[in-house]
């Protein structure tokens, strides 16, 4: 398979991308493509993820409420 579908994790997207070797995947919907994404994309996304936990990290280390 070298397409994904849009109820994919970004996991599985990185974990296809990587087995095949390929940057960019088509985004099936309903057997229709409703778009495509690269490995630029998932890799933003899993950035921001983490990013998000460190700040919840730090207020929940200070004690501070998000």
Do not use: W
């Not at 309903?30 to 921001?48: A, C, E, F, Q």
Request: charged content about 25%; glycine content about 8%; some cysteine.
């Amino acid at each position: 398979m070298r397409y994904v579908h849009v109820d994919q994790t970004t996991d599985d997207c990185m974990a296809l991308m990587t087995e095949k070797r390929i940057r960019h995947l088509p985004v099936i919907d309903g057997g229709r493509l409703v778009g495509m994404i690269s490995i630029g994309d998932l890799v933003k996304n899993i950035i921001s993820e983490q990013q998000f936990t460190i700040k919840q990290l730090e207020y929940y280390i200070r004690g501070e409420q998000a």
